[in-house]
């Protein structure tokens, strides 16, 4: 066998060899055929996960993640991934999705922002998802690698990695920051306001009936009157639980600002402010906030710390991690 191979390699060439071989590769993963000895050819891999990656002029190249990057890979797909779909344009970006929203709740939910604070967490950041392909020089033909990338949501280049990142490692590309009309806005860019932190609380009022399930072509019954009532009252019980508790969480947020700032004053002498909506002039998306539950008795309270610049200022960059330095 050795010497046919080798007479056909001198015959054909080896670059044709490698792709036939390729194709047979795919066809039998395609066909669950795989047989131990099989030739198959040393394909260039795709980026590990975790890599990052510069994509400048749309050909993507892995690079340190200390140097300016553009996206970080989260999946991969090698030449026998995309040979055995059918449609790899169109079915592989739908799996793109699910890693990049599992890194998201997991860097959100699982790191506490503060030791002696531990309902404080990290909040959820904007991203996008991309499917790359591989380079010219790194394909056979059609065939090559894809990679799924995740950028930040404001697309900018960034330096670190939000793969793995620990509280005060998350690169500020994928921080929360709003421009001065509570748009989203890069972290790294000249904006309004920082969220460095989330709480949400559960409170459940005994005795709120549900809400009435009439259809709305049925007459008004006592009972759906009473129901609705009874979520109303419901309602602006938690708001006014939600209006005594925001002192309470203004003043958590400010040992959140100084773990998550590294400052001993975060507030920098007054020229920023800290505190949770509506305590500050932030965005109204920002301001803290009650969700009932469907059966009109469970309710979830939720705020956002924030870090503000005075009106008609905005903060050069992220202050997470500034410390005692003149506020940016």
């Not at 991934?81 to 998201?104: F, H, K, N, Q, T």
């Not at 860019?189 to 989330?198: D, G, S, T, Y």
């Amino acid at each position: 066998m050795r010497g046919d191979a080798a007479r056909f390699r001198r015959s054909i060439g080896v670059g044709v060899l490698v792709f036939a071989a390729a194709i047979a590769v795919a066809a039998n993963h395609a066909a669950g055929n795989r047989t131990a000895g099989h030739p198959v050819a040393d394909w260039p891999q795709p980026p590990p996960v975790g890599s990052c990656l510069d994509v400048q002029g749309a050909v993507p190249r892995d690079v340190p993640c200390e140097n300016p990057h553009d996206a970080e890979v989260i999946k991969t797909f090698d030449v026998v991934d995309l040979a055995a779909a059918a449609d790899p344009l169109r079915a592989i970006p739908d799996s793109c999705g699910e890693p990049a929203v599992a890194l998201m709740r997991s860097s959100a939910g699982s790191d506490q922002v503060s030791p002696g604070r531990p309902e404080w967490r990290l909040p959820g950041f904007a991203f996008a998802v991309q499917l790359l392909l591989a380079p010219p020089d790194l394909r056979i033909g059609r065939y090559g690698w894809a990679v799924c990338a995740i950028t930040p949501g404001p697309q900018v280049r960034y330096m670190g990695t939000i793969i793995g990142s620990a509280v005060g490692d998350r690169p500020p590309a994928y921080g929360t920051c709003y421009d001065s009309h509570g748009r989203p806005a890069s972290c790294t860019v000249p904006h309004a306001v920082e969220v460095l932190a989330v709480v949400q609380h559960q409170v459940t009022v005994d005795g709120a009936a549900p809400r009435s399930t009439s259809p709305l072509s049925s007459p008004i019954s006592e009972a759906d009157i009473a129901a609705a009532q009874a979520a109303i009252h419901a309602r602006d019980a938690v708001t006014q639980k939600l209006a005594s508790t925001l002192p309470t969480w203004t003043e958590q947020c400010r040992e959140v600002a100084a773990a998550r700032t590294g400052a001993s004053d975060p507030t920098y002498g007054g020229s920023v402010l800290v505190g949770v909506p509506p305590d500050v002039a932030a965005p109204p998306t920002l301001a803290a906030a009650v969700v009932s539950a469907p059966d009109g008795g469970a309710f979830t309270m939720s705020g956002s710390c924030v870090v503000e610049a005075p009106e008609g200022q905005l903060l050069a960059d992220s202050m997470i991690g500034w410390g005692n330095r003149h506020h940016p």
